[in-house]
């Protein structure tokens, strides 16, 4: 079992993971920005290249806490909820902070785009990221429910 992210090697299936959240906040970016009337120029692809770097380390983290778990013996179904569940507070916070500090720079008419951008796709993203990334996480590694009691 992989033990600290950085000393396990790159596998295939975390880039493919990183990579379909990516995917994602590209659709983000692109309803957030005429949503609010603001071209997609240079500043806004400034803004989704920093959006990409916040994204991925929110992903690194949450994947990172569910090898963590795993490491440690706890079942890969409960690896994968407990781990959603206790990286939802500080996921959230940070992004939240991040839209917030954006709310006054979106105002400017240079770096309003860049705002935008941040903020659709981190709204977007972070959404995805708890959700989502757990779900894909558990059909790569094909995780399924021990117990599923009724079903």
């Not at 120029?41 to 991925?56: E, R």
């Not at 979106?106 to 993203?125: C, H, K, N, Q």
Request: proline content about 6%; glycine content about 8%.
């Amino acid at each position: 079992m992989p033990g600290k992210l950085s000393s396990r090697p790159v596998k295939v299936g975390d880039a493919v993971r990183r990579g379909q959240l990516l995917a994602q906040h590209d659709a983000a970016v692109s309803a957030a920005l005429p949503l609010f009337n603001r071209p997609f120029g240079f500043v806004a692809l400034l803004g989704f290249i920093a959006l990409s770097g916040m994204i991925m380390r929110n992903s690194v983290i949450l994947i990172d806490q569910i090898e963590q778990d795993r490491a440690r013996g706890v079942p890969a179904w409960t690896a994968i909820v407990e781990s959603a569940v206790r990286r939802f507070r500080p996921i959230v916070l940070t992004a939240a902070a991040a839209v917030l500090a954006m709310i006054p720079l979106s105002r400017s008419v240079f770096w309003g785009p860049m705002a935008v951008a941040i903020m659709g796709g981190l709204i977007v993203a972070t959404a995805l990221t708890l959700l989502a990334l757990p779900a894909l996480y558990a059909a790569w590694f094909r995780v399924r429910r021990e117990n599923a009691a009724g079903g």
